[in-house]
């Protein structure tokens, strides 16, 4: 596929108040990758932060992944210039920045991922560029990866204001278990002072016109047509691992 245009999909697609719905993979197989390539999603982000997924894995993933049309994205496991590098050459289109807390933080992982002219990430042949055959191309893509911050703390909700105005962010995608984590109230995603904090994100990125996301971790059609009217736009839709997990386990017998 070429993700440079896949990319500019998207965020024409973002760009036009429409929905972008990905998901996740923390499985690291290629059979796994292949399958979840050809389920329609616009990207599916491989997890490098909770997944146990080395990046020798990374090519042979994303390769499963284009083969169905699906963008390769990475949820890094912290926005270090290494990881940011590694992924990047591997072939992701762009990074998912875990616990981005202030514009600054953001600003110096956006940077280490974009080649110069617009950024400081080394430049060389990689599998991203067919180890240089599609060098030139792959420079207008490296100039602007797909980048997406994670807000996940009471710290980054203060911020909220600042990391939206980065120049050169996609989206935001809410984490919210470690949001609620930070609160001191883990996984009550009922509590009111939760669902607060909750609209205030979505409000403040609709104002600033940058797509908010959200994590619908179970595999619920009826919660994600929820979040899309509610006015998410960047959504995940469940895990390899969650899907997996809830559709395989065996009922009672007593209920057959």
């Not at 240089?132 to 207008?140: E, Q």
């Amino acid at each position: 596929m070429n993700r440079h245009n896949s990319i500019k999909k998207i965020r024409t697609k973002l760009a036009n108040g429409k929905v972008s719905i990905g998901s996740w993979m923390q499985i690291g197989n290629g059979s796994v990758a292949e399958i979840m390539g050809n389920s329609g999603y616009d990207w599916v982000a491989v997890d490098l932060e909770h997944g146990s997924i080395g990046v020798s894995q990374l090519p042979d993933l994303f390769r499963a992944l284009e083969l169905g049309g699906t963008l390769p994205l990475v949820r890094l496991a912290e926005g270090k210039t290494k990881d940011c590098k590694e992924a990047l050459d591997a072939g992701a289109a762009g990074v998912i920045v875990p616990m981005v807390s202030n514009a600054e933080q953001l600003r110096i992982v956006r940077d280490v991922c974009r080649w110069p002219p617009s950024g400081e990430r080394g430049v060389g042949f990689s599998r991203a560029n067919l180890y240089g055959k599609n060098f030139d191309s792959y420079s207008l893509e490296a100039q602007s990866p797909f980048l997406v911050a994670m807000i996940e703390s009471q710290k980054a909700v203060q911020s909220l204001d600042s990391i939206l105005s980065v120049d050169g962010l996609d989206a935001i995608l809410i984490g919210p278990y470690d949001l609620s984590a930070s609160m001191g109230i883990t996984a009550q995603f009922d509590n009111p002072k939760f669902q607060k904090i909750m609209n205030s994100i979505l409000q403040t990125t609709l104002n600033k016109n940058i797509p908010c996301g959200i994590h619908v971790v179970e595999p619920s059609y009826k919660e994600l047509d929820e979040k899309i009217k509610k006015g998410y736009s960047f959504l995940a839709y469940s895990i390899d691992s969650v899907m997996l997990l809830k559709t395989s386990k065996l009922p009672s017998l007593d209920n057959l």
